[in-house]
Nanobody, 123 residues
């Protein structure tokens, strides 16, 4: 199974951006999937996650109401729609898969990771 992010790049404050993650392999629909981000000098944090059956969870208060996670089981894709972005949203965004299918906030529990995509936000 491989995860490949796309859609990152430089944006201006106030802009929107959608990240995609393509997941190869047959078990896509059984995984829990998450978007993590890591800013320079900070720990990797769970931005949003979605369970195998579509339940979602967001752990970062600052993105609630602005970021939306979704997936397409037929296309084997995970998405993160980001609205009204600000400089604090800057970082490397990673998609990750958890074989249990259950949402987990701990990065260490996710078995599979993408290579990450940079999202710098300018003011």
């Amino acid at each position: 199974v491989q995860l490949v992010e796309s859609g990152g790049g430089l944006v201006q404050a106030g802009d929107s951006l959608r990240l995609s993650c393509s997941v190869s392999g047959r078990s896509f629909s059984s995984y829990a999937l998450g978007w993590f981000r890591q800013a320079p000098g900070k720990e990797r944090e769970l931005v949003a996650a979605i369970s195998w059956r579509g339940d979602t969870r967001g752990d970062v208060d600052s993105v609630k109401g602005r970021f939306t996670i979704s997936k397409d089981d037929r296309k084997h894709k995970l998405y993160l729609q980001m609205e009204s972005m600000n400089r604090d949203d800057s970082g490397v965004y990673y998609c990750a898969a958890h074989a249990s299918g259950i949402i987990d906030e701990e990065a260490i529990d996710y078995e599979l990771w993408g290579q990450g995509t940079q999202v710098p936000v300018s003011s």
